[in-house]
């Protein structure tokens, strides 16, 4: 099992910034890849950005790229989303997970990632 604990949200005005860290415990030797997911009021979870536990390869969601930076501190099992240029539609609640085993590419799909934290609210005011 690992869990996960997320921390960071809060409110920023746009073109403002936020950082979010993810600090993960237990077995932590197992982690592949770590996520970051998003849901707004009414929609569904999306993927934000994702990062591979060892190499350090990254992926993210067209609508962050460019603003949003996933990063890793491999002694502290931490995830961080350093979030840029804020916009509205970057509201919601996010999510951090972790995939447990191999995959040839870093994950986005939701059902990929075994374990998930508890979520952080971040509200973006125009």
């Known amino acids: 099992q690992v869990q996960l604990v997320e921390s960071g949200g809060g409110s920023a005005q746009a073109g403002g910034s936020l950082r979010l860290s993810c600090a993960a415990s237990?077995?932590?030797?197992?982690?592949?890849?770590m996520g970051w997911f998003r849901q707004a009021p009414g929609k569904e979870r999306e993927f934000v950005a994702a990062i591979h536990c060892s190499r350090g390869n990254t992926d993210y969601a067209d609508s962050v790229k460019g603003r949003f930076t996933i990063s890793r501190d491999n002694a502290k099992n931490t995830v961080y989303l350093q979030m840029n240029s804020l916009t509205p539609e970057d509201m919601g609640v996010y999510y951090c997970?972790?995939?447990?085993?191999?995959?040839?590419?870093?994950?986005?799909?939701?059902?990929?990632?075994?374990?998930w934290g508890q979520g952080t609210q971040v509200t973006v005011s125009s």
């Open positions: 997970a972790v995939r447990g085993g191999f995959l040839p590419v870093l994950p986005r799909r939701i059902t990929a990632y075994n374990y």
């Open positions: 237990g077995r932590t030797f197992s982690m592949y890849a």
